[in-house]
C-alpha cells in the first residue's frame, strides 16, 4: 500500500548563524529537544512503513523554507513541501512567485488558529494569494478552529477552484469531547467540494491509549460525510504521542470497516491525486 503522510516537521537548530524567531510572537516551543532531520525522518518512515511524506516547516522557526526544500530537493520521491511565508513582509508576493518554478513546493500552509495569523484569514487581508493560488493550481491546507471555519466557507465559496485541506480535523485544543465539542461544523464543510480533511495529529486530541478507539468514531462521521478521496492520513510525527508504526496501524489494521480501496485512498492515494504528486 503506498502510504504518505500529510504532514511532518523537520528543523534546524537554533543557531546564531541560523537564529529562531524572536519571541515576541508568543511561538511555541520546539516540539522535541532535538531536530528531526530529514535523515531522522528517512529512517524513521522505512521502519513505519511510510513511503513519502509532505513537509512543513515547524511554526518556531519562522516563515521559512530552506531545511524543508533543500531535503524535498535532495529526495524528491520521498519529499514534497507545502511552503510557509510572512505575507506582511515586503517580499511575500516575491516568495509566493518564486514557488512556481520550484518543484520542490506544491502549495501554502497556515495556521490561522494563532492570534498572530488570524486576522489574515478573518479580515481577508489574503484575497490577492487565494487568487494566486487559484489560478496557479496551488492547494492550500489551513489549521484553523472550529469556530472560524464559518471563514474557511466563504473562502472556499468566493474560489472554488482553491483546493482546501483543514488540518488535524480543525482540532487546536482539549482531549475527547471537549476537543471534538464543535465537530458538527467540520462535517457541514463536506457540501463544499473542494475542501479536505487531513486526518492527522488526532492522538493527541485524546487520553484514549492505541489504538485510540475513542477516535474511531469521529473519523467514521468524517468518512461518511467526505469519503475516501477527501482524507488524507498524516501523523504530524513531532507531536505524535505514539510510535511512528502505530500511527499507521492504527488505520490499516485498527479500522476493519474501511473497504481496502478507500483505505488505500486514505492512506496516501487520494493525497497524491490532491498535489499532483504522481506515485
Given at each position: 500500500m503506498l502510504t504518505v503522510d500529510s504532514q511532518v516537521h523537520i528543523w534546524a537548530v537554533h543557531t546564531p548563524e541560523r537564529p529562531w524567531p524572536a519571541t515576541a510572537l508568543n511561538l511555541p516551543a520546539a516540539h522535541k529537544p532535538q531536530p528531526i532531520t530529514a535523515n531522522d525522518l528517512l529512517r524513521e518512515m522505512d521502519v513505519a512503513g511510510v513511503n513519502r511524506a509532505v513537509l512543513i516547516s515547524p511554526v518556531f522557526e519562522g516563515a521559512r523554507n530552506d531545511v524543508v526544500i533543500a531535503a524535498a530537493r535532495a529526495n524528491p520521491e520521498r519529499f514534497t513541501v507545502m511552503g510557509r511565508f510572512d505575507p506582511d513582509t515586503p517580499d511575500a508576493r516575491a516568495v509566493v512567485d518564486s514557488w512556481l518554478d520550484e518543484q520542490a513546493v506544491r502549495g501554502v500552509r497556515f495556521t490561522f488558529h494563532r492570534p498572530h495569523q488570524r486576522p489574515w484569514l478573518v479580515e481577508g487581508q489574503l484575497e490577492w494569494l487565494w487568487t494566486h493560488a487559484e489560478q496557479h493550481n496551488m492547494p492550500a491546507m489551513l489549521l484553523v478552529a472550529h469556530h472560524d471555519l464559518l471563514y474557511v466557507v466563504r473562502l472556499a465559496e468566493?474560489?472554488?477552484g482553491l483546493r482546501i485541506a483543514l488540518d488535524h480535523f480543525g482540532l487546536t485544543e482539549g482531549r475527547d469531547e471537549r476537543a471534538f465539542a464543535e465537530f458538527d461544523q467540520v462535517l457541514a464543510l463536506a457540501r463544499l467540494p473542494n475542501i479536505a480533511l487531513k486526518v492527522s495529529c488526532l492522538p493527541l486530541y485524546t487520553n484514549d491509549r492505541y489504538p485510540f478507539r475513542r477516535l474511531h468514531t469521529y473519523i467514521q462521521c468524517?468518512?461518511?460525510v467526505f469519503g475516501p478521496q477527501r482524507m488524507f492520513w498524516g501523523s504530524d510525527l513531532s507531536r505524535l504521542p505514539c510510535s511512528y508504526r502505530e500511527g499507521v496501524t492504527m488505520f490499516?489494521?485498527?479500522m476493519p470497516w474501511l473497504p481496502a480501496r478507500d483505505?488505500?485512498?486514505i492512506m496516501g492515494r487520494a493525497l497524491c491525486?490532491?498535489?499532483d504528486w504522481q506515485p
Open positions: 468566493r474560489h472554488p468524517a468518512y461518511d490499516t489494521e485498527e483505505l488505500e485512498l491525486a490532491w498535489l
